[in-house]
């Protein structure tokens, strides 16, 4: 059965650093594209970022770029974001989630067909 299940979420200062991992099972995880999507209260979900099967393209929010990093381990199914530089408007639950093919494509949730239950970000103070 397919699960990806992320942690590493928190309470972070603004300015301050996470990193988030999502462990992937029961698929074939090198064979398809990976993205993270953030949801935050009222709002719908929106792309974070994305990488290819076999990590070696990516894709970014453009506001996101420069303070994000997506990273993939496919040996040990495992797909990482590292967030620095954090804001307060970063503040939202983070989903992993599964594409239906290899490529990063469009990187827009509605690509993305298996979600994990997600993980809760805060950057306050």
């Known amino acids: 059965q397919l699960q990806v299940v992320e942690s590493g979420g928190g309470l972070v200062q603004p300015g301050g650093s996470l990193r988030l991992s999502c462990a992937a099972s029961g698929f074939r995880f090198d064979y398809y594209a990976m993205g993270w999507f953030r949801q935050a209260p009222g709002k719908e979900p929106e792309t974070v970022s994305c990488?290819?099967?076999?990590?070696?393209?990516?894709k970014y929010a453009y506001s996101l770029k420069g303070r994000f990093t997506i990273s993939r381990d496919n040996d040990a199914k495992m797909v990482y974001l590292q967030m620095n530089s954090l804001k307060p408007e970063d503040t939202a639950v983070y989903y992993c989630?599964?594409?239906?093919?290899?490529?990063?494509?469009?990187?827009?949730?509605?690509?993305?067909?298996?979600w994990g239950r997600g993980t809760q970000v805060t950057v306050s103070s």
């Open positions: 989630a599964v594409s239906t093919v290899s490529a990063v494509r469009q990187c827009v949730p509605s690509e993305y067909e298996s």
């Open positions: 990488i290819n099967s076999g990590g070696t393209d990516t």
